[in-house]
């Protein structure tokens, strides 16, 4: 059964950091590729940072570069993400996704993203 599950989400002030953790089915976390996504209020679902999970490079969207961090750790299956320096903007409901194995496609589009978690709310107060 392929199962994602976030948490780590909450509230905390402009500066401050958040770690967010998903945890997987071992069929889920073998995948090509892993990332996080992020729905603000009224938009659509972006892209914030993907892994490939082999071999563990990283890419991250442009807006988090130098303040977000993507991780996994193989022995637990779970993906996580550091956010560090966050901003009002950053708030959103956050989203772990995986492609699956050779059925998706990796990268910051949403639409490469096979399986999906339910979500953690990040909320940045200025």
């Known amino acids: 059964q392929v199962q994602l599950q976030e948490s780590g989400g909450g509230s905390v002030q402009a500066g401050g950091s958040l770690r967010l953790s998903c945890a997987t089915s071992?069929?889920?976390?073998?995948?090509?590729?892993m990332g996080w996504f992020r729905r603000a209020s009224g938009t659509e679902r972006v892209g914030v940072a993907y892994?490939?999970?082999?071999?563990?490079?990283?890419t991250y969207d442009a807006s988090v570069k130098g303040r977000f961090t993507i991780s996994q750790d193989n022995a637990k299956n779970t993906l996580y993400l550091q956010m560090n320096s966050l901003k009002p903007e950053d708030t959103a409901m956050y989203y772990c996704?995986?492609?699956?194995?050779?059925?998706?496609?990796?990268?910051?589009?949403?639409?490469?993203?096979?399986?999906w978690g339910q979500g953690t709310q990040v909320t940045v107060s200025s």
């Open positions: 892994i490939y999970i082999g071999g563990g490079s990283t």
């Open positions: 996704a995986a492609t699956g194995l050779g059925m998706g496609a990796c990268g910051l589009n949403p639409m490469g993203y096979r399986f």
């Open positions: 071992g069929d889920t976390y073998n995948s090509d590729c």
